[in-house]
């Protein structure tokens, strides 16, 4: 993973020959590991931890399906991804081997271009993964997160700036819909540990010197700016959007599909005095919270990115 010149993998069949044939395919991009006993195979994951193994299921002395459940529950190699690669296509064989806690299941005989691209999309999860975790595990505090009231003082000041200044102040709430169901997948903890991950990436898809930002409660997030226009903001909103999908997506290794991020964007421009004709057209800061709280619900509703301007 991260920190190492290549990716690992391991492959463990009895088959010599299909050992070369996998190595010859992985060779170019990762540091392939080979055994041809089960045994060997628990024992040489236990000593490289290879990024992802490789296992066969019909070998003597010890099957696959004995080889991933002891690799599953053995601490050194629980986390290490398995893909079997067997001769069994049946589909109660398939059904098992998921159900031990395989990744993936390939028959054979197998297509080079498959086993290069199972491994490869596993691969680029574990990366994703790693790098979401060392941002996690930094010790900067956020410089900018604040408490719900504190969130609620700073859109007042930055209204008033706003309005002295003539510009335009944006507030952006978002919801991860369907959070439970990462919670049921990963457990209290790693859903915790992913909240924190999705706090830090939202900081880190905008920035802006006069800005608020807090986490508001369960899954939604308030972020208030000021000097973004409305397209501005409607861009960060999308960068908001995609990013923390992505990172969720990461984060379960795709295993979950139906969590969705929405974002409600409401933008105010205060404009000069004179270009405005009708003076009760204005809107005050607790009206322009209402309306954003409004366009949050209609976010929800649609399940996306959902803006409304006044000026």
């Not at 290879?50 to 004995?66: C, E, H, K, S």
């Not at 974002?263 to 000069?272: A, D, F, K, M, N």
């Amino acid at each position: 993973m991260i920190g190492k010149e290549k990716n690992s993998v391991l492959i463990i069949d009895d088959e010599k020959t299909n050992c070369l044939a996998i190595a010859q395919i992985l060779k170019n991009d990762y540091t392939v590991y080979v055994s041809t006993d089960g045994y060997e195979g628990i024992d040489v994951a236990k000593k490289t931890q290879p990024d992802v193994i490789l296992l066969d299921i019909i070998m003597p002395r010890i099957d696959g399906f004995a080889v991933i459940a002891i690799l599953k529950n053995t601490f050194e190699t629980k986390n290490i991804p398995v893909i079997f690669v067997t001769g069994l296509s049946n589909e109660e064989d398939e059904e098992k081997g998921l159900s031990l806690g395989a990744e993936d299941y390939i028959t054979k005989p197998f297509s080079p271009a498959v086993v290069k691209l199972r491994v490869k999309k596993i691969i680029q999860t574990l990366n994703q993964i790693e790098i979401i975790k060392r941002l996690s595990a930094s010790e900067q505090p956020s410089t900018i997160l604040c408490t719900p009231e504190e969130f609620n003082e700073k859109i007042k000041l930055m209204w008033d700036h706003a309005k002295l200044t003539k510009t335009t102040i944006s507030i952006l709430y978002i919801y991860i819909n369907n959070f439970h169901s990462i919670i049921e997948l990963l457990g209290e903890i790693q859903g915790t540990i992913s909240l924190h991950i999705v706090t830090k990436v939202i900081e880190q898809s905008f920035a802006n010197s006069i800005n608020a930002y807090s986490r508001l409660g369960g899954t939604k997030f308030g972020i208030a700016l000021v000097d973004y226009d409305k397209q501005k903001s409607l861009d960060i909103a999308n960068v908001i959007e995609k990013n923390v999908a992505r990172t969720l997506d990461a984060y379960t290794r795709g295993r979950l599909s139906n969590f969705i991020v929405s974002v409600g964007v409401t933008s105010y421009l205060h404009r000069p005095e004179n270009e405005t004709e009708v003076d009760d057209t204005k809107l005050n800061v607790e009206e322009f919270i209402e309306i954003a709280e409004q366009t949050f619900v209609t976010a929800k509703i649609r399940n996306k990115v959902v803006q409304t301007y006044r000026e």
